[in-house]
Structure formats: C-alpha cells, structure tokens
C-alpha cells in the first residue's frame, strides 16, 4: 500500500492503545484534561492576541520571515495556528487529535525553529491564563496539565519529524541503490562493447586475428571433448591488390565488406567467421567435415559471383578430428598451404587437405 493511501497514524502505527499509553505516561487523565476545556471560551475570546503577538515575535527571526516568504503564506499560518490554539483547550484528544499534530511534524524541516515557536506560544497562552484565572491552585494545576499536552504535542511531532528523516534516507538509499546498479548495468555493457570491438574487426564486423586465436583453442576444446571433428577455411581474394591500385581503396573497402556480409549471412550460429588479415579471412567450422566445408566454400563463391562477378577467391580447408587432433597455428598453417595450392590454378579454386 502507498503511504499516500494511509493516515499519518497509519504510518506511524500509533493506535488509540498507544495514545492513551502515552497520555499515562503523562499522568494526562481525562479529568486532567477537562480542566483545560473549561477555558476554551477564555482561549476564544483572546485568540486574536495570542496569535498576533506569536507572528509579530516570529517575524522578527529573519530565518522564519525567510520561510513564511509572503503575507499569503502567512494569512494561512494564522488561521492553522489559531485552530492549533483553541485545538488544546477543545477537550478532545482523540484520533482526530494526534493526526493533526503529527502532521505538523511533516512541514517543519527545522525542528529547532518550532521548538522556540512552541516556547513562544506556550508563553502566550500561560500569560492569558495567568492574567485570568484568580484560584493559585486551579491556575497551577491548569497550567501543568497544559504543560504536559504540549510536552505530547512535541513527542507526536517529533515522532513524524524522525519518521520523514528516516523515510528521506530509505529514499535517497533507494535512490542511489537504483543509479548504483544502473551505472553497473551500463558499464557491464560499455565493457561488453568495449570488448566485442576489441575482437572484431571493424570494417569487415567479423572477429579479428586476436580473437582468432581464443576462439581456436576454445573451439578445438569443445571438439576433443565431443570426439567430434572441426574444419577450417582459409581463403584469399585473387588480385585484390589491383581493385585497390585500379579502383581505390574505397572500393577495396567495400569488397571486404560485402565479403564480411556473406560470411556473416551464410554460416551458422555455431561457426567463427574472422578476416585474418588484408583480404585472408578464415572460418572455424566445429562439427564440420571437409566435406561439408566444401560445400559452405561453394556457397560463398556463388554469393561472391552474383556481386563481384569479375572476383574470385582461392580456398583451402583443413580438418581435424575426431580421435587425433591439429593444434590450432597447425590446422591455419596447413590449410593455408591449401589455398596456395589453389592459387596454381586460375579462376575459383578450392584444395581440401587430404586426411591421412
């Protein structure tokens, strides 16, 4: 439930159980208490004294008038605090009572300015008092049991002052719990950007030849785990240094990209696809035969044709496994050695290492 769907009371978990427990405390019994109501027309008729004088004492304490602020602000502070006044001498101290006076600890952000106010004003209403009640002992006993309310008053005030205070710190910790794991979550995933840029290869968006090496040895792995087999393909552009003398760089940069695109659009999920330098690129295929890597080689040549028709690539492939296993610098050596085998020919060209 929201806090804004309860009483002050509510929140406090202050009961009538709890009120009268504390008015006991007090030695604040209802006969006690019916003394204070036979003055409530004594109150009324010198309300607008009390009151007056209480502003005109509080206004001359700059950090109060800086906190009024404006002769609105104060026209309804007079009227709260006249309802305060008659309030004490209205002889209910009841539910309706206490959650009025717990409010005012809600708006009094410096509890050291109402406890002077609560003085004055406890000076004030002991002055009419004083001035009117002619019996010593009913004026005493008057004036103590008057005492002790606004003792209760100020406890009430002090419990909801706290209870804000408390209730700001759970906020702000709450607050900063929340940026805290904000500021984690964004800097989890700047590191993770971070650390995908520094494996990837900016122009192709495939991984580059450092993480080759990572991605190698944890593939080869998971191969020897699974006794199953793993191939590689290891290809080139022909003459791509003459698509950079004749057409450019640019355009040079455009064919790796779209050969970056193929790649990343025709292997699987499962596969590694890198540029491992210039225009070599390599493709980790666990699970993978030379046969079936043939076929992927194929498939790359044909996607290559329908946009660079003039190109053509030289592709070796090893294989390793599934009982005896190729190191991974091993397996990238040897199929390179099968895509200069291909390069022997013109045109596209695919050598597949032969097994043993």
């Not at 990837?200 to 080869?220: G, S, V």
């Amino acid at each position: 439930m929201m806090r804004t769907d309860q009483t002050l009371l509510e929140q406090m978990q202050i009961s009538e159980v709890e009120i009268s427990n504390r008015m006991a405390l007090l030695e604040l019994g209802q006969d006690q208490l019916a003394q204070l109501a036979e003055y409530k027309a004594l109150i009324e008729e010198n309300i607008d004294f009390i009151v007056d004088e209480f502003y005109d004492k509080q206004t001359k304490i700059d950090e109060i008038s800086l906190l009024i602020g404006d002769a609105d602000t104060l026209g309804r502070l007079r009227s709260a605090q006249r309802k305060y006044v008659t309030d004490l001498f209205a002889g209910d101290y009841g539910i309706a009572y206490v959650n009025n006076r717990l409010r005012i600890g809600m708006v009094h952000k410096r509890i050291e300015l109402y406890l002077s106010a609560v003085m004055t004003l406890k000076n004030l209403i002991f002055h009419v008092l004083k001035s009117n009640i002619r019996d010593t002992k009913k004026l005493e006993s008057t004036l103590d049991v008057l005492d002790k309310l606004l003792y209760f008053d100020t406890t009430l005030v002090f419990d909801t002052y706290i209870d804000s205070l408390v209730s700001e710190i759970e906020n702000a910790k709450r607050k900063t719990e929340l940026y805290a794991k904000d500021l984690e979550e964004k800097v989890a995933e700047r590191t993770e950007q971070l650390e995908r840029q520094a494996r990837l290869d900016p122009l192709t968006n495939l991984y580059n030849q450092r993480a080759l090496q990572e991605l190698m040895h944890k593939a080869l792995l998971v191969a020897k785990r699974h006794q199953s087999c793993l191939s590689l393909i290891y290809f080139d552009i022909d003459e791509f240094k003459a698509v950079n003398d004749n057409q450019g760089h640019i355009k040079g940069d455009e064919v790796l990209k779209a050969i970056g695109d193929i790649l990343l659009n025709n292997t699987r999920e499962t596969d590694i696809a890198c540029r491992y330098g210039g225009d070599e690129f390599c493709v980790i295929l666990p699970e993978c035969s030379a046969e079936d890597a043939e076929k992927l080689c194929h498939k790359i040549i044909q996607a290559l044709q329908k946009k660079y028709p003039t190109l053509t690539l030289s592709m070796g492939i090893c294989e390793t496994g599934p009982v005896e296993f190729l190191e991974g610098d091993e397996l990238i050596r040897l199929a390179d050695e099968q895509m200069y085998l291909a390069k022997k020919d013109t045109g596209f060209k695919i050598c597949v290492m032969a097994k043993d």
